[in-house]
């Protein structure tokens, strides 16, 4: 059974960076099936894709947020991470981990499914 | 750049049916997926790859596609099936996942 647990800091300081780690069990973060990714939650608020990234190392970020983010893998410990540096009230989120399988069916027609995904992760930023 | 259209609620009577949809241009080449997400509780794959339903799903959930609108179906709404859904697909980017804004399910 595959789990994902989140982890890090629940309060952040405004122009700080936001930190948090996933822990894998069940599967490995080197699985060339799937990409790992960051999903956020605003208080009341519908999801938010931040990004994902993949073995070897390559990622791929909301463009909202791409100038801001950064993905990481740390193979040995199965874990991979997210940096969100200058947050801002707007990043208070529940931040969630999640697998995600990307599928190409041919002829031009893709999918994604995200499963499983952690228990989430609340980040508020305030001073 | 594109966008995922949920209505924002729907309701439906204990057992009997309800559809959600999603729309958006990027569904014409994109099968969606769909989640549900109870309150203080991270989001369920309901339904993969437009119709396809993970192990430990109820059969009273399906998915359909066609054209650029995507649908969950709900046939025989149960009281714990009342929760937010929501879908997903991709931007014009490949890589750029977009998810819908969500329809929160109320089962009277």
């Known amino acids: 059974q595959v789990q994902l647990q989140e982890s890090g800091p629940g309060l952040v300081k405004p122009s700080e960076t936001l930190s948090l780690t996933c822990t894998v069990s069940?599967?490995?973060?080197?699985?060339?099936?799937?990409?790992w990714s960051w999903i956020r939650q605003p208080p009341g608020k519908g999801l938010e894709y931040v990004g994902h990234?993949?073995?070897?190392?390559?990622?791929n970020y909301n463009p909202s947020l791409r100038s801001r983010v950064t993905m990481s893998l740390d193979t040995p410990k199965n874990q991979f991470s997210l940096k969100l540096t200058s947050v801002t009230a707007a990043d208070t989120a529940v931040y969630y981990c999640?697998?995600?399988?990307?599928?190409?069916?041919?002829?031009?027609?893709?999918?994604?499914?995200?499963?499983?995904w952690g228990q989430g992760n609340l980040v508020t930023v305030s001073s | 750049s594109s966008e995922l259209t949920q209505d924002p609620a729907v309701s439906v009577a204990l057992g009997q049916t309800v559809r959600i949809t999603c729309q958006g241009d990027?569904?014409?080449?994109?099968?969606a997926s769909w989640y549900q997400q109870k309150p203080g509780q991270a989001p369920v794959l309901v339904i993969y790859?437009?119709?396809n339903r993970p192990s430990g799903i109820p059969d009273r959930f399906s998915g359909s596609g066609s054209g650029n609108t995507a649908s969950l179906t709900i046939a025989g709404a149960q009281a714990e099936d009342e929760a937010d859904y929501y879908c997903?697909?991709?931007?014009?980017?490949?890589?750029?996942?977009?998810f819908g804004g969500g329809t929160k399910v109320t089962v009277l």
């Open positions: 999640a697998r995600q399988r990307p599928f190409y069916y041919g002829s031009g027609t893709y999918s994604d499914w995200f499963d499983p």
């Open positions: 069940g599967d490995s973060v080197s699985s060339a099936d799937y990409y």
């Open positions: 990234i993949y073995s070897g190392g390559s990622t």
């Open positions: 990027s569904l014409r080449s994109y099968h």
């Open positions: 790859g437009k119709d």
């Open positions: 997903n697909s991709r931007d014009s980017n490949p890589h750029h996942v977009l």
